[in-house]
């Protein structure tokens, strides 16, 4: 990691930089604003305290990177401001190198998490970006259970409803153990998405309705299941196939003819499928699967 000083007294920016060194940081020292337009950090140490020199051009191009703030007293011109336009933090002069080693330390994990958590929304968009899910958000409401022939319906449903209203999700798979203590822990702080009630006996599904009263939660059961709670049905026609999911014949049937009947034509189709032309048109006039012009 390297730390960039943004500090017009040398003696001041090389006794920082010196103990910075000490503790494995990399680091270069600039005197003036302009200099350090043009340096490459991961950490920017700057003062605010620059005469004649304008901190907004620096915190505005690096408010991606750690940049914290180096202030000798606090004020809307020091601090209100530069935070308001992207510095994480600021450390008062002087300052224990102690002090300043746990903010870097904070950031960094900070930013961190930002990345794995840009990482596996990027993902779970991936995998479900073939979904198609006709459902408005806004009417969705919690406590609730979804009964449902396609567990990643409701995943799609979920998460994009926990993206887009910045709602903190807590996975609770109850094949796994300790999903009790997952609850429990929970303190109702996040909505709980819980699946796989299918593996749990009887007398456990009452133990979770128990444990589930006052908190905000969404269940997904593959099956008709009676709870206290309100529930909605939420299927779909036309049901992805992949290594996770078992499908009826009919239910193969009706995907890949949903998805390559676009693609190869009626008698190539029913070839591949290993039914007669005859049966796949009797499949689609069933299923209502003909061509849309």
């Known amino acids: 990691m390297k730390i960039i000083i943004v500090e017009n007294e040398l003696y001041l ?15 270069e020292i600039f005197s003036s ?63 224990m ?40 958000m806004e009417k969705l409401t919690y406590p609730l259970v979804i009964q449902t022939n396609y567990q990643r319906l409701v995943d799609k449903l979920v998460f994009e409803y926990a993206h887009h209203n910045n709602t903190l999700l807590t ?19 996040s909505l709980l998405y819980v699946t796989e009630i299918h593996l749990i006996k009887k007398a456990e599904r ?19 299941l009676e709870t206290p709670f309100p529930t909605i049905t939420l299927n779909t026609d036309s049901k992805l196939y992949d290594q996770n999911e078992i499908l009826t014949i009919d239910d193969y049937v009706k995907f890949i003819v949903n998805s390559f009947q676009y693609k190869f034509p009626d008698t190539e189709l029913s070839k591949k499928l290993g039914i007669s032309r005859k049966s796949l048109w009797e499949k689609r006039k069933k299923y209502d699967l003909f061509k849309k012009k």
């Open 13 to 27: 920016a090389q006794s920082i930089a010196s103990k910075l060194v000490e503790n494995g940081f990399d680091t």
């Open 33 to 95: 604003i302009k200099e350090a337009m043009n340096s490459n950090g991961d950490v920017y140490l700057l003062s605010t305290n620059l005469p004649g020199q304008n901190t907004s051009p620096l915190i505005t191009k690096f408010k991606e990177k750690i940049v914290i703030l180096m202030v000798s007293y606090i004020n809307n011109d020091t601090v209100g401001e530069p935070l308001k336009l992207g510095a994480k933090d600021y450390i008062v002069k002087p300052f």
């Open 97 to 136: 190198i102690e002090e300043l080693l746990r903010k870097i330390e904070h950031y960094q994990e900070y930013q961190n998490l930002r990345k794995k958590t840009a990482l596996y929304h990027e993902y779970m968009q991936n995998l479900l970006k073939e979904i198609k899910l006709d459902f408005e």
């Open 171 to 189: 996975f609770v798979p109850l094949g796994n153990n300790g999903w009790k203590e997952k609850i429990e822990e929970n303190g109702r702080k």
């Open 206 to 224: 009452e133990k979770l309705f128990s444990m589930l009263e006052g908190h905000d939660f969404i269940l997904c059961s593959t099956s008709e």
